[in-house]
């Protein structure tokens, strides 16, 4: 099956900017949806922002004008550039991919804090 593999996160003060990268293998990337989804300890997992394979992109109220979602099909990778961090944007980044089956990624953790 598709494998998706997270990387980018990191610790980041207040107001700073983290990049994060979703590497996918496979051949059907560019047929796929892609998403960003986040989970802090004890809340549920939550959609940050999605992008369809005709590049249509979608955000959480929370992240708009903050964060952009975007792909590179010719590498089979999904970005998600994060600027003007909030410590309530602390949590685990998951990556997701959906054609027939969904798949999720291992996670990256984002921490924002002073």
């Not at 989970?39 to 249509?56: F, H």
Request: net charge positive; with cysteine; aromatic share 8%.
């Amino acid at each position: 099956q598709v494998q998706l593999v997270e990387s980018g996160g990191g610790l980041v003060q207040p107001g700073g900017s983290l990049r994060l990268s979703c590497a996918a293998s496979g051949t059907i990337f560019s047929r796929s949806a892609m998403g960003w989804y986040r989970q802090a300890p004890g809340k549920q997992r939550e959609l940050v922002a999605t992008i369809s394979s005709g590049a249509i992109t979608n955000y959480a109220d929370s992240v708009k004008g903050r964060f952009t979602i975007s792909r590179d099909n010719a590498k089979n990778t999904v970005y998600l550039q994060m600027n003007s961090l909030k410590p309530e944007d602390t949590a685990v980044y998951y990556c997701r991919a959906s054609y027939v089956l969904i798949h999720w990624g291992q996670g990256t953790q984002v921490t924002v804090s002073s």
